[in-house]
């Protein structure tokens, strides 16, 4: 076999490029480990960027996401004795965009199907071969079958435990991380939001956040040790944790129910460098992880895919490699950005078990100086709602 571009992962991001070449008339074949039912069991968070947006219409699927997913013009900030606002439309002009990652992938496998693209399902063992040449290819087995597909450049969207970061010799390879000294546990409830916006709450006893995927559907977490076990907590006992938590006013009209998911999430910070290996391109969560503080982990995916889907039309239909040549360092500029917001909000909200008195006067004067400076806000605005590509 044969293509353009031989795509390593039907995450979003894989998805998402795959879909985009094929509206400039770049053929590609996305290999995934999984099933798509699998794929599609995944929660993670639903706040989308203008630019992913974007993207997302440019590539010809936003259209149950712009009848379904609603705007949010600002963001509550909830601390010991203060709630307050950031209003992003005020300081940005832009809102973002509420809209589960799930529906995202959903109609991006939808339009894939509908376009006829070629998607492998349940692959093993796959294997990068020559990316440093003109002429690399893939081989994987499927269905105990073994094949190659031959290509021009290889995209590496499989994620943070894929095999694309692995293929780059660790010579070439410089990794930076940070874990976090705890988790989000997360529970999905068929209830209303407590708020029509966000909360982002910081209190004595850990972090807690309201979040929604709509008006009947909510999604809250609590930052817990990384030793606990989803088990141990009952529902009751996660709505009682948030209840002290978050503001008095949104505790009393909270509205609780059963949850229908329920897990505990790791926090890392991680990113590789370089982010390309001849002509193999790592994007999404296979070159770097942020903690969800911010929400910004498919949205820098985003970015990512923006920038590789123009260096591919550029190099096809422009006869022009520059995009290509410049890929990671233009991916990697922005990405450091995303890692520095995220690593902020976790570090301004958590509790950490280490903390010190100090630390924790520094904590409350970061919060007080964003309630009150609005050059503060406005740089927060900024990023929540997505540095330019
Ligand atoms: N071969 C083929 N597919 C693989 C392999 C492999 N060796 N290893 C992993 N995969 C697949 C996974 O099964 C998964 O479906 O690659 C896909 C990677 O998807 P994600 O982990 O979702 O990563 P990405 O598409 O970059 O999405 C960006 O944004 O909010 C964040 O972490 C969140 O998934 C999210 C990400
Ligand atoms: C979510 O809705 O799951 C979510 C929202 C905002 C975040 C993280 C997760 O910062």
């Given amino acids: ?52 947006v974007n993207l997302m219409r440019e590539a ?98 499989d994620g943070f435990h894929g095999v694309s970061r692995r293929t780059i010799p660790t010579d070439v390879r410089r990794e930076y991380e940070k874990v976090y000294p705890f988790g989000w546990l997360g529970i999905l409830s068929e209830t209303p939001p407590v708020d029509d916006e966000l909360i982002y709450a910081s209190s004595e006893r850990g972090f807690a956040l309201c979040s929604m995927r709509n008006a009947s559907l909510s999604r809250y977490y609590v930052q817990c040790p990384l030793t606990d076990k989803v088990e141990d907590w009952s529902d009751q006992a996660f709505w009682d944790e948030l209840k002290r938590r978050i503001p008095d006013e949104a505790a009393d009209k909270l509205i609780t129910g059963p949850s229908i998911e329920k897990s505990i999430a790791p926090l890392r910070s991680f990113v590789t460098e370089p982010m390309q290996w001849g002509r193999l391109f790592l994007c999404g969560d296979a070159a770097h992880i942020v903690p969800p503080t911010g929400a910004k982990g498919l949205n820098t995916a985003a970015s990512d895919i923006h ?64 309630r009150d400076n609005e050059a503060a806000q406005k740089a927060m605005a900024e990023n929540y709602v997505g540095l330019p590509y």
């Fill in 60 to 157: 010809g699927v936003s259209e149950r996401m712009d009848a379904e997913g609603f705007n949010h013009d600002g963001t509550l900030i909830a601390a010991e004795n203060a709630t307050f606002r950031i209003d992003f439309v005020k300081h940005t002009g832009t809102p973002v965009m509420v809209y589960g990652q799930t529906e995202v992938t959903r109609d991006l496998y939808a339009a894939r199907e509908a376009a006829g693209g070629k998607i492998v399902y349940e692959t093993e063992n796959v294997i990068i071969h020559d990316a440093k040449t003109d002429a690399p290819y893939v081989t994987f087995t499927t269905g105990g079958q073994a094949q190659r597909i031959d290509c021009d450049y290889v995209a590496g969207c």
């Fill in 307 to 370: 920038y590789l889907y123009h260096a591919l039309r550029d190099h096809y239909l422009d006869k022009s490699d520059e995009g290509i040549a410049r890929y990671s360092a233009k991916a990697l500029a922005r990405v450091w950005k995303a890692e520095r917001f995220s690593w902020w909000m976790t570090t301004l909200l958590h509790h950490f078990p280490d903390q010190t008195e100090f630390d924790l006067k520094m904590q409350q004067a970061d919060i007080a100086f964003l």
């Fill in 1 to 52: 076999m044969r293509t353009q571009v031989v795509i390593v992962g039907g995450g979003p991001s894989g998805l998402l490029l795959s879909q985009l070449l094929l509206k400039s008339g770049i053929e590609s074949i996305v290999l995934e480990r999984k099933t798509k039912d699998y794929v599609l069991s995944r929660i993670r968070a639903g706040i989308l960027e203008q630019g992913f």
